[in-house]
């Protein structure tokens, strides 16, 4: 079992920057690929960015790509989401998960293995 534990969200203005954190815990040595996905009222879970483990290697979704990075720290075990520019429809509970499959298919819900209990992030406008 992989144990995330999100952190950073919280109430911004239209501009604004945040960084979210993720922390894994567990059989990390699993892992080979984390995510970011999102979920905003009254909206499907959605994809924002994914990192290969080992490799560094990351995927992005095409709309979010230059406002949005992502990065991670193998001996801290941690991946984080740096936001930038943020807008009100950035409105959402962000949620870090990890597959132990390769990087483009983390890109879909279904091929992450575990996730975290999610982080709310506001933007007002």
């Known amino acids: 079992q992989v144990q995330l534990v999100e952190s950073g969200g919280g109430s911004v203005q239209a501009g604004s920057s945040l960084r979210l954190s993720c922390v894994a815990s567990g059989r990390t040595f699993t892992m080979n690929a984390m995510a970011w996905f999102r979920q905003g009222p009254g909206k499907e879970r959605e994809f924002v960015a994914a990192?290969?483990?080992?490799?560094?290697?990351?995927n992005y979704a095409d709309s979010l790509k230059g406002r949005f990075t992502i990065a991670r720290d193998n001996a801290k075990n941690t991946v984080w989401l740096q936001m930038n520019s943020l807008k009100p429809e950035d409105t959402a509970v962000y949620y870090c998960?990890?597959?132990?499959?390769?990087?483009?298919?983390?890109?879909?819900?279904?091929?992450?293995?575990?996730w975290g209990q999610g982080t709310q992030v506001t933007v007002s406008s």
């Open positions: 990192i290969s483990w080992k490799s560094g290697e990351t």
């Open positions: 998960a990890a597959s132990l499959i390769s990087l483009l298919p983390t890109s879909r819900r279904e091929f992450c293995r575990y």
